[in-house]
């Protein structure tokens, strides 16, 4: 059964940065493309970006580039998310997703989804 | 970006069918591939794959879920309708990078 677990969620002030991680089980993660999905209050979806199965490229919604870096660890079947100057904006569930299929190229639709992980921005 | 528009709200009776509708700002279809995928989120959990390129029903989803479209119009279909597929139902897009989602429609009882 695939499983996807993210953490590193939580209260934080604006212009801190967090760490998000997603530990994966039930499939060989290193096989797969990941993404990061947020979703705010307002029930809003929005892409963040994704990593390719070996982690030699990703690929990030323009809006949050510059704040916003994926990284994973296959040898720990572990997905990352590091933010920086977090904005009140930034207030949302992060899921992490892994890719519809295995493969060179990402199939850029989102098979399976954690539970996510809650950040909250605030002073 | 690719704008993804859906109704907000859609009132259906059990054992009716539903029909929810995407609209894209552009098209998403690249010859016969509708790049056009269709979610179900539940209050309270995490959003689940219905529907992988228009029309192909994801892995352990009842048949009475079905996708079409090209284009920049699509329609998810559920029917009949069951109590259990009271959620909010959410289309996106992978033609374009950015991925972007629609606002979602909320299926609700009549």
């Known amino acids: 059964e695939v499983q996807l677990v993210e953490s590193g969620g939580g209260l934080v002030q604006p212009g801190a940065s967090l760490k998000l991680s997603c530990v994966a089980s039930?499939?060989?993660?290193?096989?797969?493309?990941m993404s990061w999905v947020r979703q705010t209050p307002g029930k809003t979806m929005e892409w963040i970006g994704d990593?390719?199965?070996?982690?030699?490229?990703?690929n990030y919604a323009p809006s949050l580039k510059n704040r916003f870096t994926i990284s994973r660890d296959n040898a720990k079947s572990t997905l990352y998310l590091q933010m920086s100057n977090v904005r009140s904006e930034d207030t949302a569930t992060y899921y992490c997703?892994?890719?519809?299929?295995?493969?060179?190229?990402?199939?850029?639709?989102?098979?399976?989804w954690g539970q996510g992980t809650l950040v909250t921005v605030s002073s | 970006d690719i704008v993804l528009t859906q109704s907000p709200v859609l009132a259906v009776s059990l054992g009716q069918r539903a029909t929810i509708s995407c609209r894209a700002s552009?098209?998403?279809?690249?010859?016969?591939?509708?790049?056009m995928h269709w979610y179900q989120q539940k209050p309270g959990q995490q959003p689940k794959l219905l529907i992988y390129?228009?029309?192909n029903l994801a892995s352990g989803i009842p048949a009475r879920f079905s996708g079409s479209g090209s284009g920049t119009d699509f329609t998810l279909t559920i029917d009949p309708v069951q109590a259990d597929d009271i959620a909010a139902y959410y289309c996106?897009?992978?033609?374009?990078?950015?991925?972007?989602f629609g606002a979602g429609t909320k299926l609700e009882l009549k």
């Open positions: 039930g499939f060989t993660f290193s096989d797969y493309w």
């Open positions: 997703t892994r890719d519809g299929g295995s493969g060179y190229y990402s199939s850029h639709w989102f098979a399976y």
């Open positions: 990593i390719k199965y070996d982690g030699s490229y990703t």
């Open positions: 996106q897009q992978s033609r374009e990078s950015p991925n972007t």
């Open positions: 390129r228009a029309s």
């Open positions: 552009q098209s998403v279809s690249i010859s016969s591939i509708n790049l």
